[in-house]
């Protein structure tokens, strides 16, 4: 993992599309979105508007997909005119949020293939701080740190109860590739140690096969001036 974002409380969003904005299967078998497009005032579409118990609501009807890639249906659209999932990208909620749960997770994440960290009040998690795994403090040099989800910095006040305080976790992984274009090469991470191997031999071979053209020319040559 590249980078973890972590939210401890009652952070909005989430991993999942809600249950109200996912697609359901039409008569044909297909996915749609629950509402329905409106096309007659604007040219990117916008959902209509339907009575529920005399209540208007809108249903969700723009087909997208979420941060997690996913596919949702939104409510409306963004200042690009996309689907607007914004709502559903994981952030802190004000009242009720932990100062410590970023730290946390970059303790125990960042760099690492998978990580788990469980959502329990009293457990203290423990680190060793490097230039991306920084302690509370700020400390970097290899110091142990310790903390728990729930401290003074952090702001509780406006929480249900402790017991409906969620953890929220999202990471940024990737794996260096390497691209030849000119030889149509692009593989992952596992593969670079092969590939670069294989460019290795054809260097040579071709390294090879130039020194022996030039000495080839160069007994040619040797042999006209013999003859001359």
């Known amino acids: 993992m590249h980078k973890v974002e972590a939210y401890y409380g009652d952070p ?29 005032d604007v040219t990117y579409g916008e959902c209509t508007e339907e009575n529920d118990e005399d209540d208007e609501a809108y249903v969700a009807c723009l087909e997208g997909r979420m941060w997690t890639g996913a596919r949702c249906c ?10 607007d999932f914004s709502e ?3 952030s802190p909620r004000a009242g009720c949020n932990s100062a410590t749960a970023q730290y ?7 760099g690492e293939k998978s ?22 403090n700020g400390a970097t040099n290899g110091s142990t740190c310790r903390s728990s989800l729930v401290t003074a910095a952090g702001n509780f ?7 409906e305080r969620s953890l929220i976790m999202r990471a940024l992984c990737y794996a260096p590739t390497l691209q030849v274009e000119w030889l149509g090469i692009d593989e992952k991470k596992t593969a670079v140690g092969k590939t670069v191997s294989y460019i290795d ?28």
């Open 12 to 40: 909005s969003g989430g991993c999942s599309c809600p249950a109200a904005q996912q697609l359901e299967v039409d008569d044909s078998g297909s996915l749609v979105c629950p509402g329905d497009v409106d096309y007659t």
């Open 74 to 83: 939104a409510y409306g659209v963004d200042k690009n005119k996309a689907p």
């Open 88 to 90: 559903l990208v994981p």
């Open 104 to 110: 946390i997770a970059q303790g125990y994440c960042v």
């Open 115 to 136: 990580c788990e960290i469980t959502n329990t009040v009293n457990e203290t998690y423990s680190w060793t701080s490097t230039n991306y795994r920084p302690c509370i």
């Open 157 to 163: 006040t406006q929480c249900a109860s402790s017991s």
């Open 201 to 228: 031999s054809f260097v040579t071979l071709m390294l090879l096969f130039c020194v022996l053209w030039m000495n080839k020319k160069e007994r040619e040559l040797n042999k006209k001036q013999c003859a001359q």
